[in-house]
């Protein structure tokens, strides 16, 4: 399975893509979610061993 981190400004976007069923279907597991790119890094660097 396939960690993966969502970015958007839009709370309201990065709630409806949490919860999609097709990312499980797909092998991905969404790990994390942030407002911007920088925070989703931030979040990256400190979790970065669950991607390793």
């Known amino acids: ?4 981190l969502v970015a958007d400004d839009d709370f309201l976007v990065r ?3 949490k919860t999609l069923d097709s990312w499980e279907k797909a ?3 969404i790990v994390d979610d ?3 790119g ?4 931030d979040s990256f660097r400190k ?3 669950m991607f390793l």
Request: proline share 0%; glycine share 4%; net charge positive.
């Open 1 to 4: 399975m396939y960690r993966t």
């Open 15 to 17: 709630s409806y893509l």
């Open 27 to 29: 092998g991905y597991e």
């Open 34 to 36: 942030a407002e911007d």
């Open 38 to 41: 920088r925070k989703l890094m």
């Open 47 to 49: 979790k970065k061993s």
